[in-house]
């Protein structure tokens, strides 16, 4: 049994947990039946939303932990809300139980995840600096590769890079290049490689189906923004929509070599009918009202905090019998 600040510090983390699991379950439930409206929304809205359901459970996780915390000190808002809480035996906590080993499993789950990840950051880091040895940098800052294989992509966590293959490059115009160039530098701009590794990151969480569907919708978005921000700057959609295709024609497979395709932003590989349907498509994209779902969730994170005690208990009555 441990008491005093490390128990109150293990009895806040397993609350901080509890929300977590708990918006996580409840997210996922409602991207497996209300999937398909996400599509409705415009390009921006679909961002912002995906980035609030990878980032939800941890935000509100803390946020539920924190009202906790204010509950039993003398800067809490409400008088009495320890009270409310129910939380009897803050001071309180035994290793040697299902609360102990569920905490433990949390945090070594936690752990192995984030090391996974970090260690596949640095595998790709180490593959992207010897592509970035053996290309030539032009003169419009795009790094070209002596290849067979007709792609161009985006690669790089802190300081991304435009690459584009010899065999690609000697099959475009001018044109068909500047809208390539454009496209690949906003993704340099937006940073989307060292955003797309964070965001499978949180992805890795969530159950498997889950997590694969919400990263093709975060990529999916990914291209259609770089899309767009070449729209607004070249304004026949057409020339873009067929310069789309016509990469995609010529590049069979994405380039390989040793690089893993996770750690990239490819050009003219995925999600391409979807890219060039919103791209010619003229209707108008509906916006998310994000501050409803923002009081919903801040709502379960304050659920959380009050039932935590309560489940707990529950389930020590449960094993007890």
Sequence with gaps: MIFGTLAIFFNVLSIMGFCVLFIIFTLSIIVRWKSERLSQYSVLSRRRVLWFIALSP?????????????????????????????????????????????????????????????????????QIKLLQAVAERDSNGFYQLEADAATAFTAGYLTPRCY?????????NS??????????????RRADPLMKWFFQLLMAFFPKLISVQLNQSMLLVMEQGADLAVSDKISDKLLIAETLLKVRRLAERPFKGSLNPNAVCHYGYDNIEERISYLLTKRPAKVFPIITFICASVSISIFCALTADIFHHTIEYTLSH
């Design 175 to 188: 044109k068909e290049y500047t809208i390539v160039q454009l496209h690949e530098k906003e993704h340099v």
């Design 164 to 172: 584009i293959t010899t065999a690609l490059l000697s099959q475009l």
């Design 58 to 126: 941890w935000f509100f996780g803390g946020l539920a932990a924190i009202t906790v915390i204010l509950s039993g000190s003398h800067y809490s808002p409400l008088p009495q809300s320890f009270d409310l809480l129910h939380w009897h035996h803050a001071q309180e906590f035994a290793f040697n139980s299902w609360h102990g080993l569920s905490i433990l499993a949390l945090v070594t789950y936690t752990s192995f995840l984030i090391i996974r990840k970090v260690y596949s950051l640095i595998i790709n880091c180490r």
